[in-house]
């Protein structure tokens, strides 16, 4: 029962060790641009929710990042060009998966908030529409 269990564990090690092989080595353009998400620490090191998802995805993958500096429209240009493969803070849009894959799990969750002046009785959280013509500043 022991020699069956333990070359098990062998072959199960064997085949975690060969799937990553496929992966090992690979070289993946990353978008850096400073936001609360990808920061540089007092020491210079990189630093952040993003960058740590990041990491996670490297220990599963083994991949290599190599770092491309700049602003994120200008990343999210490069993405869509192809000249980077992976930019974090891309939120789904329809039109956007058509230029862009997304995974099919999500990296996080998005929320977005408007505020107006208790005193503004034109617009209303009941009715959607009076929000049309607003202007958002």
């Known amino acids: 029962m022991f020699k069956s269990i333990l070359k098990l564990v062998i072959f199960c090690l064997a085949l975690i060790t060969f799937s990553n092989l496929a992966y090992a080595d690979k070289i993946v353009r ?8 990808n920061y540089k620490d ?3 090191r990189r630093s952040g929710y993003a960058y ?5 995805i490297s220990a599963y993958t083994g991949w290599t990042y ?18 980077i493969d ?3 803070d ?4 329809p039109e956007r998966a058509n230029l862009i894959l997304f995974p099919t799990l999500p990296m996080g969750a998005e929320s977005y908030f408007l505020y107006i002046s208790s005193t503004n009785n034109s ?15």
Do not use: A, C, H, R
């Open 52 to 56: 740590e998802f990041q990491q996670k």
């Open 123 to 137: 617009i209303s959280k009941n009715n959607p529409t009076s929000l049309n013509g607003k202007k958002l500043e």
């Open 66 to 83: 190599e770092y491309i500096n700049g602003s994120w429209p200008d990343l999210y240009n490069m993405l869509v060009n192809g000249q």
């Open 30 to 37: 990353v978008g850096w641009y400073d936001s609360p998400f």
């Open 42 to 44: 007092n020491f210079n």
């Open 90 to 93: 891309v939120s789904y849009t």
């Open 86 to 88: 992976i930019l974090s």
